[in-house]
C-alpha cells in the first residue's frame, strides 16, 4: 500500500503554532528563530555594507552558511509523526527548533527525549514573554521591499500581519 503524502500545512496555521508555542521548540524549550527575517536582515545588511561577509542566510540552512538557521530555526512537528499515523492537524503540531527536528526524525516526542536526553533550557527568571522569532522583524523588512517579496514570502507577511491584526 503506498503511503499517504502528507499535504504542506498552511502558512496562517503555521503562524498560529508558532505564536500558540511562544516561539518556543517543545523539546529543547530554546526560542526558535523565523527564518525569512534573517533572509531579509541579510539583505539590508548586504545593501548597507555591501562588501560585508555574512552567514545569516542559506537557503538550505547550511551550518557554514547560517549557523543560526542550522540550530534554531522555526519549523513544525508532528508531535506524532504523521508517517506513523499522526493527525495532520493543529493538535498534533508544535514548534521545533532545526536541531531537535533533524534528531527527532520520525520518533515519538517521548521516545526522542529519553534515547537523547536533550539538554533543555531553564531560564533563570522564566520563559521569554516577548520573543516573536523575529517575525516582527521579518514584516518591518518586508513592508520595506514588499516589490522584492516572492509570492511566498507575500504569503507569510500577510499571515503575520493578519495574526496581529495588521499593527505589528
Known amino acids: 500500500m503506498p503511503a499517504t503524502k502528507?499535504?504542506?500545512?498552511?502558512?496562517?496555521?503555521?503562524?498560529?503554532?508558532?505564536?500558540?508555542?511562544?516561539?518556543?521548540?517543545?523539546?529543547?524549550?530554546?526560542?526558535?528563530?523565523?527564518?525569512?527575517?534573517?533572509?531579509?536582515?541579510?539583505?539590508l545588511v548586504h545593501q548597507r555594507l555591501p562588501g560585508a561577509k555574512l552567514a545569516y542566510w542559506d537557503p538550505t540552512w547550511r551550518r557554514d552558511q547560517a549557523p543560526l538557521l542550522d540550530e534554531l530555526a522555526a519549523s513544525i512537528d508532528h508531535i506524532e509523526a504523521f508517517s506513523r499515523g499522526g493527525v495532520h492537524?493543529?493538535?498534533?503540531?508544535?514548534?521545533?527548533?532545526?536541531?531537535?527536528?533533524?534528531?527527532?526524525?520520525?520518533?515519538?516526542?517521548?521516545?526522542?527525549?529519553?534515547?537523547?536526553?536533550?539538554?533543555?533550557?531553564?531560564?533563570?527568571?522564566?520563559?521569554?514573554?516577548?520573543?516573536?522569532?523575529?517575525?516582527?522583524a521579518f514584516v518591518a523588512l518586508a513592508r520595506d521591499r514588499i516589490n522584492s517579496l516572492s509570492a511566498t514570502e507575500r504569503k507569510w507577511l500577510a499571515a503575520l500581519e493578519q495574526h496581529w491584526g495588521s499593527a505589528a
Do not use: M
Open 89 to 136: 492537524g493543529i493538535e498534533n503540531f508544535a514548534t521545533i527548533c532545526a536541531r531537535c527536528n533533524a534528531r527527532k526524525s520520525a520518533r515519538s516526542r517521548e521516545s526522542f527525549v529519553t534515547l537523547s536526553q536533550p539538554w533543555k533550557v531553564k531560564g533563570k527568571h522564566g520563559e521569554p514573554v516577548h520573543w516573536d522569532g523575529l517575525a516582527s
Open 6 to 43: 502528507r499535504p504542506p500545512i498552511p502558512i496562517p496555521l503555521q503562524v498560529q503554532v508558532y505564536f500558540r508555542d511562544a516561539w518556543l521548540c517543545h523539546v529543547c524549550r530554546k526560542p526558535v528563530i523565523f527564518h525569512l527575517a534573517l533572509k531579509h536582515l541579510a539583505g
